[in-house]
């Protein structure tokens, strides 16, 4: 997105990417006889830039499938609802009363500057997971936390600064949009797959785009930069990095970062997350009334959903494992993680679930140019401590990647934010 | 220390370091007529393994000098005390049973595996100010908190894991050991600097050690690795890696580290300190009956001692900004921390601290081949989640530096106990 908004300003632009393909998070693989995402899949309301995007490159979606009843494995139960997940009246009562106190506090903090929120040093200093404890009393409502946020973070409620978390809620327009399907953050996938957009990006960027590629230093001179890599050494006027904050660290620079920086690269980890697709002969789950999506609280697979194509010609469920379980699962072989996969599908949807009829997944933990997933998180202290240093440019630097951004934080749509804001603070020295 | 001990088993050994000087994050330069220490500088009681090593290299010891009225600047007031600091009855008491508990549970984390700890997940939930404002409710009590956490962690407490932080007490005997000068942490400098003790150390490794060669990247093959460097390629049968983890990161590995590895070196960023000496003609404060020592929560030195040379030759002070302090000096020039240390020791010590006749610092958040210090830091979620991956070999690559220790962590002891722990795993994998 950065490279073709600078195109269009008119400037010369060389994209370096570390892999053989371009898509980043974003991974469509041949699966079965249809295209399944592995990496980032859905769109939803308010993600005005990427659905834009996806009409003008002529990618189309379709609705994400949820009717049926869910399922939700809690403590060794398995049950089946409708509408609110099966707990004590006591616990929704309880919950739906924190969140909407959590909302409004979320509403509270400027996304642009999350660090000059009123209440920012008390709120970095806390974990999720302290507010959780704090603000919870029954296990009802504390398990339904901990799923929400497993499922948006691909971490822990131990590992999050609530001041981040509110940062992020608030980036997404709150904990309903960003958990729900219809009407959230999940509600469209695309026909054919969430990569065809960065494809069809390159495509008009042509021989702009240059793979297998990675950066291995960034050399700054008074007239400009100088980007070495294995296959020769680009120059040029700016530099903009699209790549997360840890992996940014990992780059040698001359002159080193400012010390700041450095330090920011150091308090941004990525999460924690294997996503397992399963192809059926049929959606068996549909028949029996079940809609596919399911959440758990101790199989490996932490969340589920229905992953049929678009027009119903292939049956399919994703799961994701999350956090803790994506990371006692991240140095075992694929066919341990499949294992666990269909185990967790079978427990949730039945028996069938067991005899798929083709399998893949992705460990986002063990991809060197990501090493992690969905995004960047923020522990306590970092973002009072380190926050500005995020998208402040070092010199002729510019900092892009979703991480960056000041709307859908972690999202396809964030990360166009990001590219779009990063090529016009270049586009803007240019003409000077 | 890991070379000494593979030399002296008769292996044959190669010493890669980045820097221009050996001593990592001790430095001793020559300031005014005497060495000073603007790194690692104490040693105390029951750091058998960096005393016994000092004997042995002739390197000698002198008490830190303490006597006199020390000074506490808190909340814009400047106070002078002998014994325990002047905070109200009730903060004492409070804060008396607070650490005594803390000690309590420091004692039940063990310290080769602190996620074993019955409350591992718990404690790892907590930052040590959540802590802190749980168990204390008065001023008084939580600002020593405060200010103990920053001298021993050079960090603030919003970005320590609880778990992490009583793991650390208890490598290091528990909090008064390591806030203590007399009987503690700071009980003796070393005549002449502590970075000699690496200096004869590589005094004693002649040849085999190799300065100004950073590491670029370690490829393992079936029967050894290949360590490749800018100034050539070395090979052998077995790596030892001796930095902190997050530098660790930014090596290349071929094969790529295990997913868990890579997790570790995103989660234990370094702690944030600048190490400030000023020289004076005389020891002004010794004069009014001061001890040197003076703490501030507001000062940008946050921490200062008597720096006297052990013969009492050459008069300084030396002083610490810690963690927000450091982060707040830390992109700014000499001139203005220098401006920034002096008027803090005139504060504390009178106004004749403007006039030093040398100063020297160190801003460690610069410093590429360490990228902060004190030592790696482990915030929420980091210990329980990655913790098992932080001394665990990878093939053929162990892990030393002082995080890796399990008795006093982030001190010398430490470093020379991981440095050992790290030689012999290999001289076992030697014999086989």
Chains 1, 2 share one sequence.
């Not at 009123?118 to 200093?125: K, L, Q, R, T």
Request: aromatic fraction near 6%; charged fraction near 25%; charge should be neutral.
């Amino acid at each position: 997105m950065a490279a073709r908004t600078l195109v269009e300003s008119g400037a010369s632009v060389v994209v370096l990417e570390a892999r053989d393909r371009v898509g980043g998070r974003t991974r469509t693989v041949e699966l079965g006889s249809e295209r399944v995402d592995l990496g980032g899949q859905w769109i939803g309301p308010t993600q005005d830039r990427i659905r834009t995007l996806a009409d003008e490159l002529g990618v189309a979606t379709f609705p994400q499938h949820e009717q049926g009843r869910n399922v939700r494995a809690s403590r060794g139960r398995v049950a089946t609802y409708r509408n609110a997940p099966p707990v004590s009246m006591l616990s929704r009562l309880e919950l739906r009363r924190a969140l909407r106190h959590l909302d409004e506090r979320a509403r509270s903090v400027p996304t642009s500057a999350p660090w000059r929120a009123e209440n920012a040093v008390e709120w970095d200093g806390m974990t999720v997971e302290m507010w959780k404890r704090d603000a919870l009393r029954t296990a009802g409502a504390r398990d339904l936390v901990d799923v929400m946020v497993r499922s948006i973070f691909a971490a822990e409620p131990s590992e999050l600064s609530f001041l981040f978390f509110l940062f992020y809620l608030n980036a997404g327009g709150g904990l309903e949009r960003l958990s729900s399907v219809t009407g959230g953050a999940q509600e469209r996938g695309f026909i054919g797959g969430a990569q065809q957009i960065s494809e069809r990006l390159a495509e008009g960027l042509g021989q702009r785009v240059q793979l297998e590629t990675p950066v291995q230093s960034i050399e700054q001179h008074d007239g400009g930069v100088r980007v070495r890599t294995a296959r020769g050494d680009c120059i040029g006027r700016h530099v903009i990095v699209a790549i997360p904050p840890t992996l940014a660290g990992r780059i040698e620079y001359t002159p080193p970062l400012p010390a700041l920086r450095d330090q920011l690269t150091q308090r941004m980890p990525m999460g924690s997350v294997i996503k397992c697709v399963a192809v059926y002969p049929e959606p068996f789950w549909r028949r029996s009334g079940l809609s596919g999506q399911a959440w758990s609280d101790r199989d490996p697979i932490r969340l589920a959903f229905d992953a049929c194509s678009h027009d119903g010609s292939q049956a399919a469920l994703v799961g994701f494992m999350l956090g803790r379980s994506a990371r006692e699962y991240c140095e075992r072989p694929e066919i341990e993680r499949r294992e666990a996969a269909l185990q967790s599908f079978a427990r949730a949807f039945g028996p069938e679930a067991r005899d798929c009829s083709a399998y893949a997944d992705q460990n986002w933990i063990e991809e060197r140019w990501s090493g992690g997933g969905y995004t960047g998180l923020m522990p306590p202290g970092a973002l009072t401590e380190c926050g500005e240093a995020l998208r402040r440019p070092c010199g002729r630097i510019h900092w892009a990647g979703t991480e960056t951004a000041t709307r859908w934080v972690g999202y396809m749509d964030g990360a166009l934010d990001a590219g779009e804001r990063a090529a016009n603070e270049v586009v803007k020295r240019l003409a000077r």
